[in-house]
């Protein structure tokens, strides 16, 4: 069974940094497109980063392109989330989450993924 468990949340200021870090464990980490999600307060989940097998392809929400990047060590089993210039609209649970296969061209909807994380919560304030 795969399982997801992140870590790294907390509160930060804003125009901050945190890096969040997911281990999975299991065999065949290396099999998984990887991605990460968020859900604020009243609002659905939705998608933040996503990366591909060998970390090759990776793919940003439009909201955190540019501060946001999302990295791979297969070695490790770990997916890491680096978020850098932290909004307050950027506060949320952040959830890592595990597709076996290569990447869907449904990467970003969250019912393409297999296995979810408990989440880590993210506060940013102002």
């Known amino acids: 069974q795969v399982q997801l468990v992140e870590s790294g949340g907390g509160l930060v200021q804003a125009g901050g940094s945190r890096r969040l870090s997911c281990v999975v464990s299991?065999?065949?980490?290396?099999?998984?497109?990887m991605g990460w999600f968020r859900q604020a307060p009243g609002k659905d989940r939705e998608f933040v980063a996503a990366?591909?097998?060998?970390?090759?392809?990776?793919y940003y929400a439009d909201s955190v392109k540019g501060r946001f990047t999302i990295s791979r060590d297969n070695a490790k089993n770990t997916v890491d989330l680096q978020m850098d210039s932290l909004k307050p609209e950027d506060t949320a649970v952040y959830y890592c989450?595990?597709?076996?296969?290569?990447?869907?061209?449904?990467?970003?909807?969250?019912?393409?993924?297999?296995?979810w994380g408990q989440g880590t919560q993210v506060t940013v304030s102002s």
């Open positions: 989450a595990a597709q076996a296969g290569p990447i869907p061209f449904t990467f970003s909807r969250a019912r393409a993924y297999d296995y």
């Open positions: 299991g065999r065949t980490f290396s099999t998984y497109t």
């Open positions: 990366i591909s097998w060998s970390g090759g392809s990776t």
